[in-house]
């Protein structure tokens, strides 16, 4: 039995997984500096790459951004580190796995506990206004930040700068970052959602999907 798929559609989910990496290595220059943190966003192109592609295509973005972007412009320390390259993965591998824990309550809470015509109570009208897909990425994303950059950085990071992790040491980096990672927890899924709002409004014949993970809801 021959595959009937065009060759260009085999080609279409390799040749955005470079994209999204690269992307990611030029948001790593693009950086907001303030007086208690800095906050960076390259790690969105990864989580969208995951929403997009799927998992393994997710984490393959996340490897290369780390692995390129080492090789372009190496870090502080000077040297490779793999638990943080893992890190860079998993931004692009839970998400689409999460999406699959999340999309179904939420359709079911949104259509169901909030009902569209509930006019009942202003609280309830204001979330029923707000499409499910959107609280989607903000579960998705909210947590896959909260995983990787509050939970598992601070180990990686006292793992390479102090050579052990302890919970003394995972305490205070996770209590200096933790100003940083409200702003993330709002910020990320924000712009995930503009973006893949953005690139499902590419026509399907030549533009960037057919269709985004986020728009099959029921």
Same mark, same amino acid.
């Given at each position: 039995m021959h595959n009937s798929q065009p060759a260009g559609e085999k080609l279409r989910p390799m040749i955005l997984t470079g994209l999204f990496a690269a992307l990611g290595i030029v948001f790593q220059g693009f950086s907001i500096s303030t007086p208690l943190m800095r906050i960076g966003i390259s790690p969105i192109p990864t989580i969208v790459s995951g929403l997009f592609l799927g998992p393994v295509y997710g984490g393959l973005t996340g490897l290369l951004k780390d692995l390129v972007g080492f090789l372009v412009a190496p870090?502080?320390?000077?040297?490779f580190f793999p638990p943080i390259t893992i890190i860079q993965m998993l931004y692009g591998i839970l998400p689409p796995l999460l999406l699959l824990f999340f999309r179904?309550?939420?359709d079911w809470i949104w259509g169901r506990v909030i009902p569209k015509d509930d006019k009942r109570d202003k609280g309830a009208r204001w979330l029923s206004g707000l499409p499910a897909r959107l609280i989607t990425c903000f579960l998705v994303v /909210?947590?896959?930040?909260f995983i990787c950059g509050g939970l598992l950085m601070p180990a990686a990071l006292s793992l390479l700068l102090d050579g052990q992790v302890t919970q003394s040491l995972w305490l205070a980096r996770f209590t200096l970052r933790i100003p940083q990672l409200i702003v993330y927890l709002v910020a990320y899924p924000l712009a995930t959602y503009v973006i893949i709002e953005a690139l499902e409004r590419i026509p399907a014949r030549g533009g960037? /999907?057919?269709?985004?993970?986020?728009?099959k809801h029921f």
């Open positions: 870090p502080a320390s000077g040297s179904r309550p939420v /909210a947590v896959t930040q960037v /999907a057919h269709e985004t993970v986020l728009s």
